[in-house]
């Protein structure tokens, strides 16, 4: 009955401690967050297109990805520095903030170019873009990191809004003018795979110019970066585009706030490099994402991915176990760290007390041995026996490992003696 009492207080303990040890690490290290929102762009356009990849594997991972369409570059920083939007997710267009500007966000690497089109009907625009005079020209709406490049890269060479009349269309909306007409010139940031500038590209109405001195506006601006588009990539039977196109493209990052739970951050990085390592007409298998810190600094926990991967536990276990696992460790280091000290200390106080109580036996053994020898011939020992009958009870009930057993057997066998003295006439 004993040991059933002492079996249910020890399981009783370790539930006790178990449960203990959960709400600490809920309270010290909380779980990540089962909802998580990412400030896209556009419906339709590459940033909300890509948005949906990574909400396809936020899924496997049991996490919902919400995507918070926007305009583009410029709200998505607005929302990613306000703590009260929920957005803890966005696409940066390098070019477009500061670690200055921008203190609460941090970088989880570029993870693609994102070339400026310039398309334009009718004459060439010339090497001054002199030709834009007075043209009808869609450049972005308002919040679109097309709008903001575009005024960046017309104000060095004396295009603005009382020059040419720079009209705010989305990318599909300005392809569908231009083709019909009704604007001279459209300027987009986008993705090759976006269907409106494939459309575009290979369309005969419609050419792609080479952006006037790239190699002076990289210089004006590192963030930019100058791509070519080969001749006939659009169309080899028609030969669309006739010539080599050079493009100017800043890199995409991917940002997010630094209070972003750590485990969610492996995971955009994980996805990002699930999505975007693949080779493409501006890159090579592996280039991105690519540890790139273009206008906000590079996350250390990037860093630390870039360098040797997922972490441990991630790579073999599923994403909530592993994260629950890996906390309950960082928990366990310090309790290790003071259980280790004191199970060295443990075995010595038990040893020691053990000692004392086979000694204060052997302590009360003595004191009878003495009493007898004091005794004379002939007087009554009654009361001897009947002390030396309790020590020897109580030296048989006494229970200790087998390292104290030896000295146990040694003490019975010294009361054994001593009872022969007593029974001898």
């Known amino acids: 009955m004993r040991r059933r009492h002492i079996l249910i207080a020890s399981i ?43 909400r396809e594997i936020f899924a496997r991972a049991g996490i919902d990805l919400r995507l918070l369409p926007s305009a583009g570059g410029i709200e998505n920083l607005r929302r990613l520095r306000d703590p009260r939007s929920g957005v803890s997710v966005g696409f940066e267009q390098g070019g477009t903030t500061s670690e200055q500007e921008s203190p609460g966000l941090v970088s989880l690497g570029a993870v693609f170019y994102e070339p400026l ?95 006037p001195r790239a190699d002076a506006f990289i210089a004006l601006y590192p963030y930019l970066n100058k791509l070519v588009v080969p001749a006939g990539v659009g169309n080899m039977a028609k030969d669309r585009p006739p010539a080599d196109v050079a493009l100017l493209a800043p890199v995409t990052s991917l940002v997010v706030r630094s209070d972003l739970h750590p485990a969610i951050q492996y995971l955009l990085l994980e996805a990002a490099t699930e999505i975007h390592s693949g080779p493409g007409i501006f890159q090579k298998a592996g280039q991105f994402p690519a540890p790139v810190s273009v206008d906000l600094p590079l996350n250390d926990r990037a860093r630390q991915f870039y360098k040797s991967g997922r972490p441990f536990l991630q790579r073999y276990f599923p994403f909530w176990f592993a994260v629950l696992l890996g906390q309950i460790l960082v928990l366990m280091i310090p309790v290790v760290g003071g259980l280790y000290p004191l199970a060295r ?19 009360e053994l003595k004191f009878l041995d003495d009493e007898l020898t004091r005794r004379g011939a002939g007087e009554d020992t009654d009361d001897l026996v009947a002390q030396l009958d309790g020590l020897e009870t109580r030296a048989s009930s006494l229970k200790t490992s087998v390292y104290y057993t030896n000295m146990l057997f040694a003490l019975r066998r010294d009361i054994h003696l001593v009872r022969r003295r007593l029974e001898r006439p």
């Open 12 to 54: 009783a303990g370790a539930a006790i401690a178990i449960v203990a040890m959960l709400w600490v690490v809920m309270i010290l290290h909380p779980l990540p967050p089962r909802t998580v929102v990412m400030t896209t762009g556009p419906e339709g356009g590459a940033y909300h297109e890509v948005g949906k990849r990574y």
């Open 117 to 211: 089109w310039f398309f334009y009907r009718g004459v060439h625009p010339g090497r001054k873009l002199e030709g834009l005079r007075g043209k009808r020209i869609s450049i972005g709406p308002e919040g679109s990191g097309t709008r903001n490049l575009a005024l960046t890269l017309f104000s060095r060479t004396g295009i603005d809004p009382g020059v040419a009349e720079l009209l705010p269309f989305t990318p599909q909306v300005a392809g569908e003018k231009l083709r019909n007409g009704q604007i001279e010139a459209v300027v987009m940031v986008a993705s090759w795979d976006s269907p409106v500038v494939r459309e575009l590209v290979a369309s005969e109405n419609v050419e792609l110019a080479s952006f």
């Open 345 to 363: 200390f443990l075995p010595a106080v038990y040893g020691w007390g053990m000692r004392r109580r086979i000694f204060r036996l052997y302590g």
